[in-house]
């Protein structure tokens, strides 16, 4: 189980990103290195028991939109939570993109997250250069820039 308020993520900068394959809520598949060479990533990784994390799910439904047209994937991956209760959270918000599962915790696992919310930002060629408690919209700007 992972907490909120906590150090997000140990240091992984700078190390190629664990490579994971999950499911949104209609069962489409994805795998993350079907980004690498294309696009930058943003994970991030919430519950639905966390306020910061309700907090930045509404602000991403208002944001998505930029974040698509600028080239960035971001991934809202729901940590640890029943696929019914994801769902139904992603109802009452009206999110407009799609909301990955990790039931298990395995992903969160993978990438040593501690808190939520906690966001992980890997470049086009699939290198983590950042992790924060906060969605690193310059940075991601930033990499979206880089060819």
């Not at 209609?26 to 060479?37: K, M």
């Amino acid at each position: 189980m992972v907490a909120t308020g906590a150090s997000p993520v140990p240091a992984l900068k700078q190390q190629v990103a664990p490579d994971f394959k999950t499911a949104d809520l209609e069962q489409n598949t994805i795998r993350l290195s079907g980004f690498r060479d294309k696009k930058p990533v943003v994970l991030f990784f919430w519950t639905t028991w966390c306020p910061y994390c309700l907090r930045d799910l509404k602000k991403m439904n208002t944001d998505i939109t930029t974040y698509r047209q600028e080239g960035i994937e971001v991934m809202a991956i729901n940590v640890g939570e029943a696929a019914s209760k994801a769902a139904r959270l992603v109802k009452n918000y009206s999110l407009t993109y799609p909301v990955f599962l990790d039931e298990d915790s395995a992903i969160a696992d993978l990438y040593d997250v501690m808190g939520v919310p906690a966001y992980v930002l890997i470049d086009k060629k699939g290198v983590i250069r950042s992790t924060a408690n906060r969605f690193p919209h310059d940075e991601a700007l930033e990499l979206a820039k880089e060819r």
